[in-house]
Each structure stands twice: as C-alpha cells, then as structure tokens.
C-alpha cells in the first residue's frame, strides 16, 4: 500500500530519538542510521542502517520488507529457469518442462487445431442420454483440484472436486475427500448479490455463454444461455462459504456410498464412484452443498447438464485454445497461463531444477544443523516449562520427537516417468497433467500416512506447518538472504533463520498446535490450568506490547498479536540457547562479538519500511507487530545487553525484572 504523505526520511535522528524514549514510537521509515544510533536506542535502525538508505535512495516513500527483497530474487531466478528449459536436454525434468511452456506458447498451431482436440469430449457430452451415462461422465472427469486441509482451496472448476489427503482422527491413512465446486464465475455472490457490480459481471458471462454456445453450434444460444446462468445460479445458492468451509471437523462427514445414496440422493453415486475409482467412501466437506448438486444432478433436465458440461469444457481449457474462446473478460497470457498450469499440477518440475540450480546441498546442509539444535534446545526447555502440568509437558515432548522438519524439498521427488509431455500438444500435455496429478492422489488412497510429504514447493517463498502429519516445511526460496546466508557466520545464521525455527517449533505447543497431538489427531491436549498458566506467564508480553505507540493514538493490539509475538520471543530465546551451545571458548570478548553477530542476524532478517498509511494497515489487521517492534523483543535477552552495552536511560533499556521469558 502506497502512502500519499509518505515519512522516510521526513524526521530527524533526534527527533526519531525523542519519540522513541518517549515509548517507542518512531516515523514508519527511518534514513540509515548513522553510527552513532546507540543499540540501546533504535536497534533497528542500528542493525540495519546500509539496507535502509539503500531504500530510501533507490525507492523513497515505497513500503518494502525483506520478504519481499526474497520475492523479488526469487521471481528473476525461476523466470530465468522457465525460460532456459531446454527441450533438448538430458535432464528429464527440464526437458518436460520445456515441452510442456512450448507447446503452450506455439500459437500458431493453436490457432490451426482450432477446437478439434476437444471433439471427442464434445462428442462424448452430446451422447449423454440418461442418469447413468451422466454420472459416470462426471466421475471419468472427477480431477484432484482442491485442498481442503493444506492450502484451503475448497471449490473446484468441475462441478465435484477431489483431494487425498489424511484423517484428522489420527487415522494414519489418507482417505479421500470431495468437494463443491462448478461456478464459471467462481464466487457464489457473484451469482446472489443484487449489487450493481454482480449485476455486471452475469450479463458479461451471460454475453460470452451465448457466444460460446452459439459457436459450438446451439441455434438458440441466448435461451439456452440464460438456462446454463440460471443452473450454475442454482448451484452457487447450494454451496457454502469459504469461511464455514474452513474447519478441519469438516473432516469427519465420511460417507459411505451406501450414505451417499441415502443423504445426496440424485446421482447415480455407484458409477460415479467407480468412475472416478473411489473405492467405498469419501469425506463430504461440504455436506449441503453435495447435497445440493446432487439434487440438481436429478431435477434438472439432461439437456441443460449438456450445454452446462460443453461450455464449462470449453472454459477450463480456453488457454490451450484459440483466442476468443475463454469465458473470462481478460485471459492472462499464454505463457502465465502455462506456469500456472504446472505450478498447480506439478509444481515438483520448476522445484527440481529451482533447488539444482539456487540450492546447494551444503546450504541445506547448514540449515538442517540449525533446526536440529533448534530442536535440541526446545527439548531442554520443555523439561523446565513452568506452566505445563507433566501430562501436558509428555504429549509436547512426544510432539517435538516426532517432528519433521523438512529443509528446503522433498528428500524424494515424486516419480513422473508415467507423464509423457509433447512440445506440440498443448491440449494433450494440460489433460495428460490433469491425469497423472489425480492418479497419483488415487494410487494414495488406503495407503500409511507419510509424515514426510511436502506440500509447500521449493521454489514458493513460503514455509508452513501440517499438524495432520506433525511436520513443517521450509521450501527453499525463503532461505535466502537475509532469512539465511551460506556466506554468514553461524552465529548469524542462528539468529536469523534460527530464531524463525524456534519461534515455528513453539507453534507446536501454543494455541495454534494446543488442538493436534503428537500422532496429527484432531485431540485437544491442553488442560484448563495450562491455558491459565500460558496466561499468566504471558502477562508482561501484553503489557508490553500494550506500551508501544507506532503512530499518534495507534497502538499495537496485544491480544490479537499476543501469539505471534510469543512465538517470536521464545523462538529468540530457543535460538540463542543453541547459539550458545556452539561456543567453545570462556573469552568475554569473544562470547560479545558473536553475540553481537546473533542479534545483528536477529534484525537484518525483519528488516522492512513501512509509510504511515501501510503500517496503519498493518496496525489494524494484522497477527504480528510491526517488524520494528519484532525486533525490539532482543529488550527481553540480558545477553543483549551485555553485547551492545546498553545502559539505563537509552529507550530500549529494561530493569531486569521487567525482561519477559515465557519458557
């Protein structure tokens, strides 16, 4: 968000000095710090003054962080990855991947094809001539295109989508789930809402629905248009929102086929299950809205379900068509649409070469020493834990033992000999993929859970927890400087990318992993009395943060950051602890040096600007503080204070009383 009156630059030191002794309230963006900025009083400032005069030299008055230094990075290394791909290669991955972006960019003979590779499906939709034919059409065509536990995707192009993917009740198994989907126009508002801009969005769907129609032959096109809108109508009013959709007990609505019959009558659930190869149950998410569609599958007249079918076709396949056949009001590109299609249906294929070419073992290597003495350091703490009770302390030890942490990919990619890819079928490559992804979640089904299992790319500048397989992922673009540096010191590294470690390990034993155990169950393991002594020990952090004043009469909300900001505190401290584990020598001077490497990593890797009108943003709807005031948490570590000499009267100075430790 970009600021009309933007403040880099626009106070002085001393008055930036001044308002923070005066709480910590500071301008949203700060010139580089002379040295002269004691620690003590802008550590932020201090540790990071090159970076931010490069940004107010460079990009005045634009909001920027260090996520986004890596986002940027990232976005040159892998467009330089799609366009190098050589068809020619050797290397397996490559060159499917340069048939798959060749045979999407080659226009000409799209243009030439015309709508011939979708006739035997156009054929196929035209001979429908009973409930039975049209069941088990949707279930050959049922696709693995939604994520309901991961990546919250839980509406599909087709009309059901499919995921497989764990139980929740610590099953150790996958099992399928199917979900709501069909909506050319995606949001079911968008079908609802009187508003004017809904309005607007039909009548152009409903132009283009009759121009498709009409171009696939329909003599009356425009009625039987309106009828196609008033269905996927009727179908948006059956589906539920993302928001109610968003619940992991939703995970518990597994249904027999039997059950299937009995509570979504009006498909014929037996072919369409051996259609799609289900075996003999599967997770309703959204139990209403498959009821629903189902219902529609048995009023509605077949007619309708084929022009339905036959434009929706069309639709999902219009970037590997010519132009002037897609259902959207301004297509993206060929060559977007194409990484997107691979991005979605094997991602693994730019990973693999992502992590080959900007990924050297010996930096995933050093990360991996990190995590494990991370964790080393969690176990030690959790045995002193003041506010768990010891059954409570049992189940986090039995977490934290069972946790894999995955650093930068997969230690195994997933095997794709079985997906062929021609340079001069872009069609065929995009329903080859299609396949080949659900055939792979299929060939899961019944199979032991595998706790390893990424679901985050390498090439994604992301990092997640799973809980359903107790496991975390650090893809590998997000370790880039400043997160992680293979040219940094260790102790730099630790207080960078460590303290993220730490602060997502704790994410095990908090609120957000209180409701999973140690074998992924949907089981709560905490005790009133440990949620009262979370909260008791969490007192002075919210006082704390309750204190700051990042802009006149805007202050950070305690509660609603209480948990991130815990989460960076101990991921500090847990971080630090392992620093010091590394330490082999008894010198003072020594032990401040790297200490002062540790919180310099600390707070190069928060790194950020911010304008008035972005932080006032972030102010009001953001989990986590400000990352000024992420770095301002070192005020809790006495060892900081030793390194930088930080004194009474400087404006980050605490009593030692008043330092916060949670752990």
């Known amino acids: 968000m970009s600021s009309t009156r933007p403040t880099t630059g626009s106070f002085s030191r001393r008055s930036l000095l001044a308002l923070a002794a005066a709480g910590l309230s500071s301008p949203t963006g700060t010139r580089a710090a002379e040295p002269a900025v004691r620690p003590g009083d802008d550590f932020f400032a201090h540790a990071n003054a090159d970076w931010l005069g490069a940004r107010e030299a460079g990009a005045p008055g634009q909001p920027w962080t260090a996520r986004q230094d890596i986002n940027q990075l990232t976005q040159t290394q892998v467009e330089a990855l799609w366009a190098g791909a050589d068809g020619q290669s050797a290397h397996a ?125 329909a003599s009356d096109a425009a009625a039987r248009a309106n009828a196609v809108l008033d269905l996927e109508r009727r179908i948006a009013a059956g589906h539920e929102t993302a928001a109610a959709s968003d619940d992991p007990h939703r995970a518990e609505h597994r249904w027999t086929l039997a059950e299937f019959g009995r509570r979504a009558p009006g498909l014929d659930w037996p072919r369409f299950f051996a259609a799609a190869g289900l075996g003999g149950s599967a997770v309703a998410w959204q139990p209403g809205a498959i009821r629903a569609q189902a219902a529609l599958l048995g009023s509605q007249p077949l007619a309708m379900w084929r022009d339905y079918l036959s434009v929706h076709l069309v639709q999902r396949h219009a970037e590997v068509l010519p132009q002037g056949w897609s259902l959207q009001t301004a297509p993206a590109d060929r060559g977007q649409q194409a990484r997107l299609a691979l991005d979605k249906s094997w991602p693994e294929a730019m990973g693999q070469l992502y992590v080959e070419r900007h990924f050297p073992p010996q930096a995933r290597a050093r990360v991996q020493a990190i995590v494990a003495e991370v964790m080393a350091a969690t176990a030690d703490r959790l045995t002193t834990c003041s506010w768990m009770c010891p059954a ?50 299929l060939a899961r089904l019944g199979r032991p859970l595998d706790t390893q299992e990424w679901w985050i790319p390498a090439q994604a500048v992301a990092a997640g927890s799973q809980p359903l397989q107790n496991n975390y ?21 630790l207080g960078a990318i460590g303290a993220i470690v730490g602060h997502e390990i704790s994410h095990l034993f908090d609120e957000v992993g209180a409701d999973f155990d140690e074998r992924g169950r949907l089981r709560p393991w ?17 006082e704390q943060i309750a204190s700051y004043r990042p802009l006149p009469g805007l202050g950070i909300d305690p509660q609603r950051t209480l948990t991130e900001t815990r989460a960076d505190l101990v991921g500090l401290s847990l971080a630090f602890d392992a620093h010091r584990r590394r330490l082999s020598t008894a010198d003072a001077e020594a032990v401040r040096q790297v200490d002062r490497e540790f919180f310099l990593g600390y707070a190069r890797s928060w790194r950020s600007v911010s304008t008035e009108a972005s932080l006032s943003q972030k102010l009001q709807t953001d989990s986590h503080a400000p990352d000024r005031y992420r770095i301002a948490l070192v005020r809790n570590m006495d060892a900081w204070y030793a390194a930088f000499d930080v004194r009474p009267g400087q404006a980050l100075y605490l009593e030692p009383a008043q330092r916060v430790q949670v752990w």
């Open 93 to 217: 991955v490559e060159h499917k991947l340069a048939h798959f972006r060749d045979a999407c960019l080659d226009s000409a003979r799209i243009e030439a094809l015309g709508l011939a590779p979708l006739h035997p499906l156009l054929a196929r939709i035209r001979a429908l001539r009973d409930p039975s034919a049209l069941a088990l059409y949707l279930g050959s065509e049922l696709r693995a295109d939604v994520d309901p536990l991961y990546w919250g995707v839980f509406a599909s192009p087709h009309l059901f989508g499919l995921a497989v993917q764990p139980g929740v009740q610590g099953e150790g198994r996958y099992q399928a789930y199917l979900l709501q989907g069909g909506l050319g126009l995606g949001e079911p508002a968008t079908y609802l809402d009187d508003s004017e801009q809904a309005r607007e969005q039909r009548a152009g769907y409903l132009d283009r629905l009759t121009l498709t129609l009409g171009r696939l032959g």
């Open 526 to 542: 905490w005790t009133p009395e440990d949620r009262a002594g979370l909260a008791r020990v969490s007192q002075p952090l919210i």
């Open 473 to 493: 992922n650090f893809a590998a673009a997000l370790l880039q400087a400043p997160k992680f540096d293979l040219h940094a010191s260790d102790a730099g590294n």
């Open 392 to 441: 409570t302390r049992r189940v986090a030890q039995a977490k934290l033992a069972a946790l894999y942490f995955g650093v930068g990919h997969p230690d195994r990619w997933r095997d794709h000999r079985a997906l062929h890819l021609d340079s001069r079928d872009a069609w065929g490559n995009q329903r080859r993929l299609a396949l080949w992804k659900t055939g792979q979640a």
